[in-house]
């Protein structure tokens, strides 16, 4: 029977629905969340569940929000251990880390390890999140070194580091980078190659001043056009179609079209222009490639 609750609780994780919220009655032991309404309508085709869930006593359902919480945890001990002996087998691993501050404006630090399996395909695992106090290198190499060995993982094994370019994590004195090779030499520091590209394509287009002026001028645009529910409506009634302008269509080879004709193909669908991200440069293909699809619905 817990088997029938457990794969409520996996089809939930995989598809990212919250099981419950707040939606838990706590004087009449009845949940409202996504978790009770799945476990009911399964029970709808499965007769012993709805039978366990009618005649079990309050303490022996498994649905109380104690158990959820249990068997989310116990579905992620599964699969972090099934990650770890892969990597154990591999023996050689690299660790990956970046940190941010969450919606709660607690520090989160995100951690990885890559590695090679047997048939020699690479895998870049997530390991979990670790809630940090401080954000200093001493702290930041501690809680990476701790959680690798919690894991089981022998450090001697490390050959690889991967962060972004801040000194806090690539100071060869005293930054994370330093810290980790005094315990293992062999894990050479990598800066993340998708942050250096990002770093130099931003850095270039600000030296260029047409450049510069396109993108002060999309980052306006978009942000005019998205400012106001009054205005969003507007352009998505003028947006509504789903031709895209043919002039931009470049490619020549029907059977192999360049990749920039399809973004903008896949753009000319979308409804809305979405805004221009300052930060990340790839992320702003979507942008571009909305303005260039509906340029004359737009001017």
Not at 21 to 40: A, D, M, P, T, V
Not at 99 to 128: H, N, P, W
Not at 147 to 169: F, I, K, P
């Amino acid at each position: 029977m817990i088997g029938k609750i457990i794969d409520t609780v996996v089809v939930l994780g995989q598809q990212n629905i919250p099981l419950r919220g707040h939606n838990w009655n706590k004087e009449k032991k009845i949940g409202y969340g996504n978790f009770s309404r799945f476990l009911q309508w399964k029970a709808d085709v499965v007769p012993i569940l709805e039978s366990h869930l009618e005649n079990a006593p309050y303490n022996a359902q498994y649905t109380s929000p104690d158990i959820q919480n249990e068997l989310i945890s116990l579905c992620g001990l599964q699969i972090k251990n099934t990650i770890i002996k892969k990597v154990e087998e591999a023996k050689s691993f690299s660790i990956m880390t970046d940190e941010s501050a969450d919606v709660g404006t607690k520090e989160q630090m995100a951690l990885c390890i890559r590695y090679v399996d047997r048939t020699a395909t690479l895998f870049e695992d997530f390991i979990g999140f670790i809630e940090m106090e401080m954000v200093d290198a001493e702290s930041i190499a501690t809680a990476i070194v701790n959680n690798v060995q919690e894991c089981g993982l022998n450090m001697d094994n490390l050959r690889g580091q991967g962060y972004d370019g801040a000194s806090v994590m690539s100071g060869n004195i005293s930054g994370v980078k330093a810290r980790i090779q005094q315990i293992q030499p062999k894990a050479h520091y990598h800066h993340c190659r998708v942050h250096v590209l990002n770093l130099v394509v931003a850095t270039s287009c600000k030296a260029l001043a047409e450049i510069r002026n396109l993108f002060d001028s999309v980052s306006q645009l978009t942000w005019f056009l998205g400012g106001s529910a009054k205005r969003m409506a507007i352009v998505s009634r003028f947006l509504s179609g789903d031709d895209t302008d043919k002039l931009v269509i470049s490619g020549n080879n029907e059977d192999e079209p360049m990749l920039s004709d399809t973004l903008i193909e896949k753009a000319g669908k979308r409804h809305s222009i979405q805004k221009l991200c300052e930060t990340r440069w790839t992320a702003r293909v979507d942008t571009l490639s909305s303005l260039i699809a509906k340029y004359k619905s737009i001017t």
